[in-house]
């Protein structure tokens, strides 16, 4: 359950990141202006972006207040503790709440309107269940 709703979550949250891309138009731009039609060229146009820390991987140092207040995890060193002390159900609602909150359609428009093209989404390598034990 808790990786189905980060696949969800991570589905919306690159949908709203994909500001361009080779065969779409551009998904982020105000119904009254025309779509982008220009391809993003490496070899013409820079890279400028920024890191959405915490969006999957919640680390506490970076997120304090959401970790602690929000999440209910304040005394844990870990997701693993977290969930683990939480229980699945709680944890489950805990993070899907985190996903949705944490980087908004807000926050990928003012992204866009300080002339970024990039976000980088860190994720954890457990997002691909088959490398995760069935006891973890």
């Known amino acids: 359950m808790m990786l189905n709703n980060k696949f969800a979550a991570l589905s919306s949250l690159l949908a709203m990141a994909s500001a361009r891309s080779i065969n779409s138009k551009a998904l982020i731009i105000p ?5 982008v039609s220009r391809r993003w060229d490496p070899g013409f146009d820079k890279v400028r972006g920024v890191n959405l820390g915490s969006q999957f991987i919640v680390e506490q140092w970076m997120a304090h207040d959401e970790w602690t207040y929000n999440m209910g995890c304040g ?3 870990d997701e693993w503790q977290c969930v683990q002390s939480l229980g699945q159900e709680a944890a489950d609602t805990a993070f899907a709440k985190h ?7 807000d926050d ?13 989404i860190p994720v954890g390598y457990w997002i691909k269940e088959d490398l995760v034990k069935d006891d973890e």
């Open 75 to 77: 005394q844990f060193e």
């Open 31 to 35: 119904a009254e202006r025309p779509a």
């Open 108 to 120: 990928i428009t003012k992204i866009k309107s300080y002339g970024l093209n990039t976000v980088r």
């Open 99 to 105: 996903w949705q909150s944490w980087i908004t359609q």
